[in-house]
């Protein structure tokens, strides 16, 4: 180590620099919780003093007044933002992109957003060695993998400020993304599964399996978190027995009848109506479209159309395969839903055949156990079970454009280790069905999220 008499030898500047940089990263390895980090102290001091290794390897060690050449010295500012943009996309804010109209109006496709993840803790990344700044594919080679697994981390969290609360958008990964159908990749494996079988899709097609940090990003509205009851009834949710507190953007689907002429298009244009989601009956002049309440207020006060009626799903044929969790035994549809218990970690649930399908997942694909039911007995890692503990929280995540949003209606809970971060806001809007400056939604720029 470095005596107090050899410290006297370097600049004022260095010294204090090596100890500024020395306690930070003391406090970052007292925040990940592996004191094995401290290790790494070493090579600070070596960076600072001793010099043995060139940590920099791109560039040659010149002799003091000599420097490099342009060249190099860009090389290695590009190197060092590289290191430096990437933990900051590791821990502390990352920039994702809204593909579909699912929380419209709260958030428009294209819409670039910025993800904060100290808000819920920094998720440690679990397939680590992967290209910089991806998500799962190439950027140019939509079919080509940017990771390997060849490494592959536990899950592990860092504290965060606060957990996840009620009405936090927030951003995770696809808890049904982990197995992909390569040829139809927009098509849901499991549902396509449901409907076909598994023996035909598997002889049929090429199937991608993902790990969980590698699951396309999604965006929703957290309704229920650990422990909570949720219910929908006729659309609107109630957590807990009390009415949810639906954000002035939610939208619902509703049937218009129109005119059937060319202005309809003009007030659709009026009222800013994703052309995503409209739906339109040539035969009687009917249009299904999501409004949020403000907007369906003004077309019925002023009696902008002949007539219109709020969609609701109330019949149950697709729901074994449609809707969670996909059994006779829950005849749900996306706008009657529930009652159902958001899972708690090291909160145990009586199991039988009957509620199974609500946790077949979890105990399988997201708690790693072996399940099998034999004659209405349920063995889990060969052990015969009436309950369950969960290992982790869980939460359940709606759309606030209600009738087109692929959510937990869908495809159940979301579980912590999905987690990703709470969206901060939008810093760049676009409007691709615009031309020109107009493409750009200026009063989208900057907008915080709530």
Known sequence: MLSPDRLKKYPGKTVISFILVTLFYILVTIWIGNLWLLFGIFIIIDLFFTRFVNWTFWKKRLPPGHKHKFTTEILDAFIWALIVAMLLRI????????????????????????????RYGPRIPMT??????????????????????????????????????????????YP?????????????????????????????????VRPVDK???YIKRCVGIPG?????????????????KLPTTAQFNYFVKTRGDYTDTI???????????????????????????????????????????????????????????????????????????????DVSVNITPTNLPL??????????????????????????????????????????????????????FVPEDHIIGKALFIWLSIDKNKAGSKKIRWNKMFKFMR
């Open 91 to 118: 821990f502390i804010v990352e920039a994702f992109t809204i593909p579909t109209s699912s929380m419209e109006k709260t958030l428009l496709a294209g819409d670039y957003i910025f993800v904060g993840k100290l």
């Open 128 to 173: 680590p060695v992967s290209l910089p700044f991806s998500n799962n594919k190439f950027p140019f080679g939509k079919s080509i993998k940017s990771y390997t697994e060849w490494l592959s981390l536990p899950y592990k969290r860092l504290p965060g400020f606060r957990e996840i609360k009620k009405n936090d958008l927030v951003v995770f990964n």
């Open 176 to 208: 049904e993304g982990d197995t992909i159908i390569k040829e139809f990749p927009d098509k849901n494996y499991y549902t396509t599964v449901r409907q076909y079988g598994r023996e035909f899709i598997l002889n049929n097609q090429n199937i991608i």
């Open 215 to 217: 699951k396309d990003n």
């Open 228 to 244: 909570d009851t949720i219910q929908i009834t006729h659309g609107i949710s109630y957590i807990n027995e009390e009415k949810e």
């Open 267 to 345: 007030i659709f244009n009026q009222f800013n109506i994703s052309l995503y989601d409209i739906n339109y009956n040539d035969y009687n002049s009917i249009y299904e479209l999501p409004l949020t309440s403000s907007t369906y207020h003004t077309i019925r006060e002023k009696r902008i159309f002949p007539g219109i009626r709020r969609h609701e799903s109330i019949d149950p044929t697709f729901s074994n395969y449609k809707i969670f969790p996909f059994s006779e035994h829950y005849s749900w549809t996306e706008d009657n839903f529930g009652p159902v218990v958001v899972p708690e970690k």
């Open 359 to 412: 946790y077949r997942r979890i105990i399988t694909a997201y708690e790693n156990n072996e399940l099998d039911v034999r004659h209405d007995s349920i063995f889990i890692n060969g052990n015969y079970r009436t309950s369950y503990t969960f290992k982790m929280n869980y939460y359940f995540m709606l759309g606030d454009n209600r009738h087109n949003s692929n959510d937990s209606r869908y495809w159940g």
